[in-house]
């Protein structure tokens, strides 16, 4: 699984960890912050998370222009710094007026920003490790590592978020409003990590970082790499990439508009209709997050064990699995009372899947591939929508019976409240879904996108990522006296809809990819 993958690939992914655990450290607690913080109703909170989002993923077409001009490894290290002020910014408690306001307003515009320079170059830097040939079969699932190891850094996230804000409540004293600034200040100590791994690793990946070099026996280079010389395009081929790319973006937007849902309305059903308690044993371990990591380790232990050469090698690997489930067990003995849960921890369980799962997707691909029946990545991102409309038919089943948003509120022991595992299971299915999506389409772009136009070919899929999450703020618009089947009937129409269309133009995507 991760043989014969270049050294800058985990160099990169490590960096990205580090600044996705701050990211999402605050993305867990935020839309709940804005309710508490500002007394703002579920629209309005909504459409500040969305528009946050929506900048978060249209800020690195920017990015992506400049790297195509001075470089994506400069633009990298620029980002970074801004992204340390805006989350600096955030992290000091102003209150809750209209001056406190402002100036988180002003924190976001600078984290957006500097993810904006960050995000899509350091991947036009990933995806140029695999223009050398000797790697360039291995892209797809070089992506699917790299996307894994961003939610290794999100799987901590809700955690993280969580218990820093009760710390600052228990042990500070602090307000339970002012104690969400403890999760945002997290981030700040994230990206002095991530921006140490970058320098501390860089000469693994230096070439991919554009700009102009130079290397023996090659001329200098605007924004590409120096260790491969691209071949160039006609400007017919040119325009039929750039219009298979655009078909892709167009259909993503639905996804993201969909699945970023789990920091919206899922949250607020997490908050508001499902039960605040786990019940102990098997239910209440899954919070726990030192069990989640326990499973993962079994999960590559286990790979390891039937992938290894030497007995030695699989010797190990089976002592590491029964050092984890021993320590399952001995977790199970000790679970022996309901815990309290609160929303913002049902996030863990997408990046936890996304860990968990990522061999078996790629298992499943590689296996598909050496029978050459796998499936392009055009067709891995529609069968992805269809995936993701059957999550939130689960949640439609889940919201049988139950009251509006608004009646709920005023039910009084007439509310009523569902088992987590109906969250879990959502996310599990949605998971599936962006393994099929996200990083096959990162992939995709990253090989089709014409080489003088990939820093704004990237910034492209996250144009219409930013569009998609901009969308998210309709969850919001929807969550008050609409019937949560309606609600949820939404996100399954707009899924189902961009999947057909999707494969509707299979041939002309497929050409090219």
């Excluded at 993923?57 to 801004?82: E, H, N, S």
């Excluded at 102009?212 to 026996?217: A, L, Q």
Aim: net charge neutral; with cysteine.
């Amino acid at each position: 699984m991760f043989e014969g993958q270049p050294k800058g690939l985990y160099a990169l992914a490590l960096a990205n960890t580090g600044e996705r655990f701050g990211y999402y450290t605050m993305l867990a607690v935020f839309a709940l912050f804005l309710r508490a913080n500002f007394g703002l109703d579920p629209a309005w909170a909504g459409e500040i998370y969305s528009d946050f989002l929506m900048l978060v993923y249209f800020l690195p077409v920017v990015g992506g222009m400049a790297a195509d001009r001075w470089g994506y490894g400069r633009m990298v290290t620029i980002g970074i710094v801004i992204m340390f002020l805006g989350y600096l910014l955030l992290s000091f408690p102003f209150g809750g007026d209209m001056f406190a306001l402002i100036v988180m307003l002003l924190a976001l515009l600078l984290i957006s920003f500097g993810t904006g320079l960050f995000k899509g170059n350091l991947q036009v830097m990933v995806g140029n490790l695999y223009d050398d040939p000797q790697y360039a079969s291995k892209r797809d699932a070089g992506f699917s590592l790299f996307y894994m190891a961003i939610n290794l850094g999100a799987l901590f996230a809700p955690t993280a978020a969580v218990k820093i804000k009760e710390w600052a409540e228990t042990s500070l004293g602090y307000s339970s409003n002012d104690a969400y600034h403890f999760s945002f200040a997290v981030a700040c100590a994230s990206l002095v990590l991530s921006i140490a791994i970058y320098y501390a690793t860089r000469s693994t990946f230096r070439h991919t970082e554009g700009g102009k070099v130079k290397d023996e026996g090659l001329k200098v280079k605007d924004g590409a790499t120096a260790a491969v010389q691209e071949p160039e395009l006609t400007k017919e081929e040119t325009r039929q990439r750039i219009v298979a790319l655009c078909l892709v973006y167009a259909v993503v937007i639905f996804f993201w508009m969909a699945f970023h849902q789990n920091g919206l309305s899922l949250t607020y059903f997490a908050d508001e209709f499902t039960a605040h308690t786990a019940t102990a044993g098997v239910q209440s371990m899954l919070f726990d997050v030192l069990n989640l990591v326990a499973l993962i380790v079994i999960v590559y232990a286990g790979f390891s064990f039937f992938q290894s050469k030497t007995a030695r090698a699989k010797g190990l690997s089976a002592v590491v699995v029964v050092a984890a489930l021993c320590f399952l067990g001995w977790q199970y003995m000790g679970a022996d009372s309901d815990i309290s849960i609160e929303a913002p921890i049902f996030q863990q369980f997408n990046p936890f899947y996304v860990v968990a799962l990522t061999p078996f997707s790629m298992l499943i691909f590689s296996s598909l591939a050496s029978k050459g029946k796998e499936p392009s990545a055009p067709r891995k991102i529609a069968y992805g929508m269809l995936v993701a409309a059957a999550a939130f038919l689960i949640m439609m089943v889940a919201s049988q019976g139950l009251l509006t948003p608004n009646a709920q509120k005023v039910a009084g022991e007439a509310a009523m409240f569902v088992s987590p595992y109906w969250l879990i299971s959502t996310y599990l299915i949605l998971t599936f879904g962006e393994l099929l999506l996200s990083p096959m389409g990162i992939s995709f772009v990253s090989k089709v996108a014409p080489p003088k136009y990939k820093g704004l070919m990237m910034g492209g899929w996250f144009v219409a990522t930013a569009i998609g999450n901009k969308l998210v703020g309709v969850g919001g618009y929807l969550w008050g006296d609409i019937s949560l089947t309606v609600v949820w009937g939404v996100f399954i129409g707009v899924c189902v809809v961009a999947a057909v269309f999707m494969f509707a133009m299979m041939k002309r995507l497929e050409k090219v990819a």
